[in-house]
Structures are given as C-alpha cells and as structure tokens.
C-alpha cells in the first residue's frame, strides 16, 4: 500500500529566504506526482504535476523535482513571500490504480513572516 | 478555468440526521471524488465515481453513499450523520488516466466542513 510522508510538518522563515519542502514515497511506481497549496479553511490548487518520465517541473517561484528511484520529490520555493503562507500537499498517482485516485502526505505548514 | 463548486460552505447537523452534500463541475470530467480531510489523518478517500451511474469504494466507505445521476453532479449522503463524520469534505474532478498525455490533475472544490453535534 502506497504511503506517502511529508517532512517537515511545520516551518517558519523569514521573508525572502528560499526554502525546500520534502516528500517521500514507499512505491516507486507512480503515474504521476501533484504538489497542491492549500489556505487554511479552504480546498487545494494544484501548484505542479509531474510525470513518471520527469524529473522536475517549474512555474514562475516554485519547482518540484522527482526522483523515483528513491521514492522522493522536493517542492522548492525561491525568495519565499508571506503570501505564500499555506500547507502545501503532495500526493501521487501509483501505476496500475486505473483512476486518478491520490495518495496524499499529510502537508508541511509554511509561515513566512515579513 | 475548471470549477468545482460544493453548495455549502459550512453546514452544522444534527446526530441522525440524513445529510447530503452536493458537488457540481463544469469541465465535463469523467471522474469525480469525494475526500474528508481530518487533522493528523490527512485526506482520505471515500468514494469515487468514473462515470454516470457508476461508483466505487475508496478507503473510508462506512457510513456513507454517493450518488451520480448526471455527469456534472456528484452527492454524498451520510444515510445517518454521527459525531464522527464532523470533517472537512472535498470534492474533486478531473479527466480519465491518460486522456492528457499524462497530464491528468485533479480539481478541488473550497470544501464543505461539516459539524455533526
């Protein structure tokens, strides 16, 4: 079974610093991996998708490499802003599921103070 | 831009009470699911549906059933809302494996959180 951990649980910086978020998985065969931001109250965005045949993916701020082979994926986040205060999410896609059914990791809290 | 919308924004029921909550999204996707987010626990799964009329078990059915009538609305129903059913509820839609070039995300709707008293 498919389990997914995200460390740390919690972290807070100050503004302006870059930072890296971890996730880590038990099953090396995965369809895809998403990262996803969530405010606190509020449903998930989806940040990034990576494809079993990637190994990173960027959108302006933020990148997200994988690593399958060591079952790992990072989410970094350069020159980090209060706006991006949330919890961010990882969560996979395993092979062989046959739907689009995600395994989450239970979030890293990020607090980014001015 | 894709949107999942759940009719209710917070909702506060009584214990025995049959509760439905409702998820409606406009990009035509073949697949829809509902999750329940529980600190500590993360999301779980507790239904999925992969098209009209057709639905499967995810990991935490007890107590609840779905209901997809039309490809753009996908409901839960806790037949019974107990105390332990108080949880955030999320839905979700998104397109077959595949159908994107492996492009396939997921989109969430804002959430419905649920007090069962």
């Known amino acids: 079974k498919q389990e997914v951990t995200q460390i740390p649980a919690a972290l807070s910086v100050p503004e302006g610093e870059n930072l890296v978020l971890n996730c880590s998985f038990t099953?090396?065969?995965?369809?895809?991996l998403q990262w996803f931001r969530q405010d606190p109250g509020k449903g998930l965005t989806s940040l990034l998708l990576?494809?079993?045949?990637?190994r990173e993916q960027t959108s302006g701020r933020l990148n997200a490499s994988l690593d399958k082979s060591s079952g790992r994926s990072t989410l970094y986040i350069a020159a980090s802003q209060p706006g991006d205060s949330a919890t961010y999410l990882c969560?996979?896609?395993?092979?062989?599921?046959?739907?689009?059914?995600?395994?989450f990791g239970t979030g890293t809290r990020l607090l980014v103070s001015p | 831009d894709v949107k999942v919308t759940q009719s209710s924004r917070y909702l506060v029921k009584r214990t025995g009470e049959k509760v439905f909550l409702e998820c409606v999204q406009d990009?035509?996707?073949?697949?829809m699911f509902w999750y329940r987010q529980d600190p500590g626990l993360g999301l779980r799964l507790i239904y999925f549906?992969?098209?009209?009329?057709?639905?499967e078990k995810g990991d935490i059915p007890e107590g609840y059933s779905v209901s997809r009538e039309k490809k753009e609305r996908f409901s839960l129903i806790l037949e019974s809302a107990s105390t332990n059913q108080t949880s955030m509820y999320l839905c979700?839609?998104?397109?077959?494996?595949?159908?994107?070039?492996?492009?396939?995300?997921?989109?969430f709707g804002s959430g419905t959180q649920l007090s069962v008293l």
């Open positions: 990576i494809q079993s045949s990637q």
């Open positions: 549906s992969y098209d009209v009329k057709m639905k």
């Open positions: 979700a839609s998104g397109t077959h494996l595949g159908w994107s070039g492996g492009n396939e995300k997921l989109f």
């Open positions: 969560a996979v896609v395993s092979r062989g599921t046959g739907f689009q059914k995600l395994v």
């Open positions: 990009m035509d996707h073949e697949n």
């Open positions: 099953d090396s065969a995965i369809y895809n």
